[in-house]
């Protein structure tokens, strides 16, 4: 079994885009129970995605920068939060078309975490953590 894990860990060390699924998983699971959290306790679905998004930011900013960017500036908070705006609006318009067709916000929350997150590396590759 500790062969299997080192396997693994050597995979996700040297491959970019695994390490940000790996860190992804943590930061999801992060992002969405407190999503969860904020919908159980009575929130209307862009208030609890608002809020899920903002307790997130900082968690995610150091995690996806180090592990997965190997980029420790923290100067470039600012354009990963401008991703957030934009992977957040994504968020609570594709919510709005879920609630339009009376699905629940627990489910529609789970169905929308692949999209977003591959829009999320992609504009944080792109615009955040460019190595030029």
């Known amino acids: 079994m500790?062969?299997?894990?080192d396997f693994l860990m050597t995979i996700i060390?040297?491959?970019q885009f695994m390490r940000f699924i790996f860190v992804g998983i943590i930061n999801t699971i992060f992002?969405?129970?407190v999503f969860v959290l904020f919908i159980f306790l009575g929130l209307h679905y862009s208030v609890a995605s608002a809020f899920a998004i903002i307790i997130s930011i900082a968690f995610n900013f150091k995690t996806t920068g180090t592990i997965v960017f190997k980029n420790n500036k923290n100067l470039l908070i600012l354009k990963f939060f401008m991703v957030y705006v934009i992977v957040y609006l994504a968020y609570v318009g594709s919510l709005k078309v879920f609630a339009l067709y009376s699905v629940s916000m627990y489910?529609?929350?789970a169905i929308l975490i692949c999209p977003l997150a591959i829009l999320s590396f992609v504009l944080n590759k792109i615009f955040v953590f460019n190595q030029e």
């Open 13 to 15: 060390k040297g491959n």
């Open 107 to 109: 489910i529609a929350g």
């Open 2 to 5: 500790e062969k299997k894990v």
């Open 31 to 33: 992002g969405y129970s």
